[in-house]
């Protein structure tokens, strides 16, 4: 019975950190893209709905990065 619950509270604790990490490397992705459009500025040419969705597309690459981590380390201890 404890096995179950503490299998339960760990799938939790592990979506709510993956939900943290998705918004800090959304909060970085834009700070950086952020960063660079204003040193550039005078170069390239960047727009908010770009900065946005470069934002999304690294987030997003992250994300199934860390799924895949998690999907490995999973089966591993199944083994």
Known sequence: MEN???RRWDIIKE???FLIATAF???WC???LLIISFITLSV???TI???FITAIVGTVCYDIYYIVRKVKEY???IK
């Open 4 to 6: 179950s619950w503490r």
């Open 15 to 17: 979506i709510i950190f």
């Open 25 to 27: 490397v959304f909060g």
């Open 30 to 32: 834009m700070l950086v």
């Open 44 to 46: 390239l040419h960047f």
């Open 49 to 51: 709905e770009g900065i």
């Open 75 to 77: 089966r591993k201890q």
